[in-house]
């Protein structure tokens, strides 16, 4: 899931290159790779592993719980999992002093943070005729944090070397509003999934509003990447293979919000082409 390690190497040398001595920027005139990471980012790995491994067994007792139609026991399991899943954020934001924003780690705990956190959320803020929708949302939801925690059983539950570029404001907000969207288009694939397979096509409607909640959250991810491209290479768009595919996973989202009524399409079709986001989220999250 390396999102892209040839833009970090070519960020370290173009920073040093694009930059004039005698402008007061941050960045040293001499390339220094010690100097770009900060030593205090560290924390103890065996920590994480600790939480993780309490979080995945949460989890697949709520999974058990809520396949077995045991809902009621699944939401304590799932509560006590996302509690540890905000153990998990807080560590991070404390060691590393920031959000997290890249690596295995830090991206997929946060992408599961978003998943049961919306899940709990619109559970217990959903009116009393709602939560027999919710009740068979819940096996989408936690069978996919399951299958997310079992992909992250095999890499280190550490977190990303910090490069000196993380200190940037307009850097964090593109990868952490960017990872925060994916969960988001996730979490919609989800519901539309649930609301077709368990028949209410009442509540599609809701799949297609956190469509467009992740499309904005994304669209905020990247304006801020469009500024740091601007630092970066003295122009807001610059053409590459991340720009493409980032540009194809918004029109996605975008194409799904916006299908015309007169198009006549089935319940099914308007769930497969909602979903196609939330595929895209995975190729970039894993294969980028």
């Not at 770009?36 to 592993?49: G, T």
Request: proline residues 4%; glycine residues 6%; aromatic residues 18%.
């Amino acid at each position: 899931m390396d999102i892209s390690t040839h833009l970090i190497t070519w960020g370290l040398v173009s920073s040093h290159l694009r930059r004039q001595p005698g402008t007061g920027k941050k960045f040293p005139g001499r390339f220094d790779i010690d100097s770009l990471i900060h030593p205090d980012a560290a924390m103890d790995p065996f920590i994480f592993f600790a939480i993780y491994s309490c979080m995945s067994v949460c989890y697949a007792l709520a999974c058990m719980a809520a396949l077995m139609g045991n809902s009621r026991w699944g939401r304590y399991a799932g509560g006590i999992g996302l509690a540890l899943n905000l153990l998990i954020f807080i560590l991070i934001v404390f060691s590393a002093h920031r959000l997290p924003i890249f690596g295995d780690f830090e991206s997929v705990t946060t992408i599961i943070l978003v998943l049961g956190f919306l899940h709990l959320l619109n559970f217990y803020c959903s009116k009393p005729t709602d939560r027999r929708f919710y009740d068979s949302h819940a096996k989408w939801i936690y069978v996919s944090i399951l299958l997310l925690l079992t992909y992250l059983a095999f890499f280190p539950k550490t977190l990303n070397p910090d490069f000196y570029m993380y200190d940037d404001i307009k850097v964090i907000v593109f990868f952490h509003f960017r990872i925060l969207a994916f969960g988001v288009f996730i979490y919609s694939a989800l519901i539309l999934c649930a609301a077709l397979y368990h028949g209410f096509p009442d509540y599609i409607h809701m799949g297609r509003n956190f469509l467009l909640t992740g499309a904005a959250i994304f669209l905020i991810s990247e304006f801020s990447g469009s500024l740091w491209c601007l630092d970066w290479y003295g122009d807001f768009w610059h053409w590459s293979k991340g720009f493409l595919k980032a540009a194809c996973l918004f029109l996605a989202a975008i194409l799904a919000c916006h299908i015309p009524p007169n198009w006549n399409l089935s319940n099914r079709m308007r769930a497969v082409i909602g979903s196609m986001p939330a595929a895209g989220s995975l190729w970039l999250l894993f294969l980028h």
